[in-house]
């Protein structure tokens, strides 16, 4: 019997198919009743894919035309690389042969990358293991590859495929990647600029040609979100002093052709600079002309100033919105005259109309409940629209700590012109932490830190942790829950069971420990946004275990009270803090006052602290940081006042350049036991780390440190302050906080223990 045959093989387009059916007439078959489909050739195509794709089936008339059609929709398919119909009588045959799947990826002569991420961007581009291989697939996969050097930079980079065909039709693919060296910023040039210097304007940039740190930073390295946010710097800055025409002609990127150096132009046109004339309004201000008078920061008489333009027509549209007006537009129209150098700014306002807030709608938290967000909020529904509440809700949510991205957009209600709907917008971050580390610090030396902690505890803004810290001197077992709205009016309480063994600095060493166990619960009063008040109570055990080295303070407690005393302490407390940031602060105040009253059990003290922090920023670059701590404790009741409660000073944190806890005076046994009074005083000037880039963690820093501690019979006084000047550097380190201080003692006294260098790495602020 003679059979028919029709075949496309490698890649066949379908417009060839149908081409190849048309001219090869010879092949032709006439139509006829479809009796039977054979397939040919599977391996791992399962039968069902391909009988689905087939425009015929058994009983239909079958044509050449709809051969053509099944040949171009099993290749379309992209399982096949050979297509073939053969037809028998009034059987149709379907021969394929598979395209080989792939086993394994691996790659050599990678060194910048893992593997791993390597993986998932060929996964993204549809290249994975298991997945049938074809060489345009292949050719995107090198591209993908490319695209990741390229995005650091390393355009000298080369990638050779090797397929290897092994058994059971499956091919091996490796990446030979020759990575070269990494393309360098060699030179940054600025055209155009006759104000101000080009070192000037450069020193605006993040990226640069390269210093000692580039190492870390890879500011020398090019990326165009980089240069995209320079030349915005550089817009910036020209705007804010008054060149209102300038204007960033062009930017050229030239690679050298060893493909490891950049050069980079930016060609500019300044403009000429222009002063603010007169700032006028126009238009409806609500009858509150005044109110938006005084909102105003732009200045007649000074030159024209971007960013105070853009904060003042901020601070109008917020105002609008505070009275419910959620879609009023402000314009700031320059009214140029370049004849003198001036320039008229008209600030045109139309409020537009009053709405109210119809839902606040929650999307992108999977895990934290509804009601965790919802209680955060100072903007209610189906009441006025106000932006003022609004921005206070969107940063309560966010200082919880749970998203890494908070947002709320105004959505208006097609046919209802005086309503609006929010939208809160958060995008989850794991809220779970489990730690085991390590810190060390001149004072402690090597301790062990370990934890389990969850603040979002099955989406309920609830926090739980257990810490464990095995240092030298302080060690401690710690279980501590918090529920942040413990009463509807967002009162919080927070419970804590510890064990701790503490055993203060001395020079002799000594194994002597006092041992802590204890209890206590604490509730938080929230009186302003700013604001909390603290109160509490508990009870603790101490015993004093002797040991070498013991100071004579302890015997002589111990003899009192005996090695075992319980205390049950009350604390009141209040907390005002309006800083920018809580790692890296620049601006703003905390203030924290701690009372504690011991009122039962075998102690009767009184115990209080102050610390005070003032930022100040002075420029982009530099804050003025100012601390104040005072610690004050008394024995009531005719006791004594306990001595494990005494404050210590010396080292980082307090007076730098003396010793870890070595102020104050000593026992007969020349231990160093602290005292009952404290007085803090540290101020510093911060800057960032030259060529830290966007790194704001990494700090440099001088300081000047005044301090002492006192006993409960001295008096305080200021003549034998301690006092110390110096240079440092923090830095928020990938192994943990990292803190060092070269220091001078400028005030000190005979028997002071100096220690001019001090550091501290891995432990917590």
Do not use: C, H
């Amino acid at each position: 019997m003679k059979i028919k045959k029709l075949s496309l093989r490698g890649l066949a387009v379908p417009a060839l198919a149908a081409s190849m059916f048309v001219s090869l007439s010879a092949w032709a078959v006439e139509p006829f009743a479809l009796r039977d489909i054979r397939l040919e050739g599977l391996q791992r195509v399962e039968p069902g894919t391909v009988f689905a794709s087939l425009p015929f089936r058994v009983g239909e008339t079958y044509t050449d035309e709809r051969g053509a059609a099944a040949i171009r929709s099993l290749f379309a398919l992209g399982l096949f690389k050979d297509v073939r119909i053969e037809v028998s009588g009034d059987v149709v045959v379907v021969v394929v042969e598979e395209r080989p799947t792939i086993a394994d990826i691996t790659f050599s002569g990678v060194k910048e990358f893992d593997n791993d991420v390597l993986r998932k961007s060929l996964r993204d581009v549809g290249l994975t293991d298991a997945r049938p291989f074809d060489k345009a697939l292949a050719d995107r996969a090198e591209q993908e590859l490319k695209r990741q050097y390229l995005s650091r930079s390393m355009y000298a980079v080369d990638i050779v495929t090797t397929v290897t065909p092994i058994e059971r039709n499956r091919v091996n693919l490796n990446f030979s990647v020759t990575e070269g060296d990494v393309a360098k910023i060699k030179d940054i040039r600025i055209v155009g600029n006759s104000a101000f210097s080009e070192s000037t304007l450069r020193d605006l940039f993040d990226l640069d040609t390269g210093g000692w740190l580039s190492w870390y930073t890879k500011s020398d390295r090019y990326s165009r979100a980089k240069l995209t946010a320079d030349l915005e710097n550089l817009r910036s800055f020209y705007m804010t002093r008054g060149y209102l025409e300038f204007n960033i002609d062009s930017t050229q990127v030239a690679l050298s052709p060893n493909k490891e150096d950049m050069s980079i132009t930016i060609n500019i046109t300044e403009g000429n600079p222009y002063v603010v004339s007169s700032v006028k309004m126009e238009g409806d201000f609500l009858g509150k002309d005044e109110d938006f008078k005084r909102l105003i920061t732009v200045e007649a008489g000074k030159p024209y100033n971007i960013d105070r333009v853009t904060e003042t027509t901020k601070a109008f549209t917020d105002y609008f919105g505070a009275f419910g007006f959620a879609f009023a537009r402000v314009e700031a129209l320059p009214q140029i005259n370049r004849a003198n150098g001036q320039v008229a700014l008209v600030l045109q306002a139309q409020p537009s109309r009053r709405a109210y807030v119809r839902r606040i709608n929650i999307a992108g938290n999977n895990r934290t409940r509804d009601e965790v967000i919802r209680r955060e909020f100072r903007q209610f529904e189906s009441a006025w629209y106000d932006s003022d509440r609004i921005k206070l809700s969107r940063d309560r949510v966010d200082r919880l700590g749970y998203f890494t991205q908070v947002g709320i957009d105004t959505q208006e209600i097609p046919g209802v012109p005086d309503q609006v709907d929010l939208l809160v917008t958060v995008a989850e971050k794991p809220t779970g932490n489990l730690s085991i580390g390590a810190g060390y610090s001149q004072s402690e030396k090597l301790s062990f830190i370990g934890g389990v902690k969850q603040e979002n505890v099955f989406g309920t803004g609830n926090y739980l942790g257990i810490d464990l810290n095995t240092s030298k001197f302080n060690r401690q077992v710690a279980v501590t829950t918090t529920d942040p709205y413990f009463t509807k009016d967002g009162i919080s309480r927070t419970a804590e069971v510890f064990y701790r063994t503490t055993r203060p600095f001395t020079q002799q060493g000594g194994d002597y420990q006092l041992v802590t166990p204890g209890f206590n619960v604490r509730f938080g009063i929230p009186f302003t946004e700013t604001d909390t008040v603290f109160f509490g109570a508990g009870i603790e055990s101490t015993k004093i275990i002797s040991g070498t080295s013991m100071p004579a303070a302890y015997l002589e407690f111990a003899q009192l009270y005996g090695v075992r005393s319980v205390s049950v302490p009350l604390t009141l407390g209040w907390t005002r803090d309006d800083r920018d940031s809580a790692l890296v602060p620049t601006l703003g105040r905390l203030q924290k006052v701690q009372a504690e009253l011991g009122v039962g059990g075998d102690t009767r003290y009184a115990r209080g602290n102050y610390q005070f922090q003032q930022y100040i920023p002075l420029n982009r670059q530099f804050t003025v940081a100012l601390n104040a701590d005072l610690g004050w404790g008394k024995g009531v009741g005719g006791k004594v006042f306990p001595v494990f409660k005494n404050f210590f000073g010396g080292g980082l944190g307090s007076v730098r350049g003396f010793e870890q806890g070595t102020l104050g005076s000593r026992d007969v046994t020349g231990a160093f036991i602290g005292g009952s009074k404290k007085v803090g005083l540290n101020a510093e000037l911060l800057a960032p780390f030259p060529g830290a880039g966007n790194d704001r963690t990494l700090r440099v820093f001088g300081f000047m440190d005044v301090g002492n501690v006192y006993g409960e019979t001295e008096k305080v006084d200021f003549g034998n302050l301690r006092a110390s000047v110096g240079v440092g550097l923090s830095w928020l380190s990938p192994v943990g906080p990292l803190r060092i201080a070269f220091a001078n003692p400028v005030r000190k006294f005979s028997g002071d223990k100096i220690q001019k260098v001090q550091f501290q790495i891995g432990t917590s602020f």
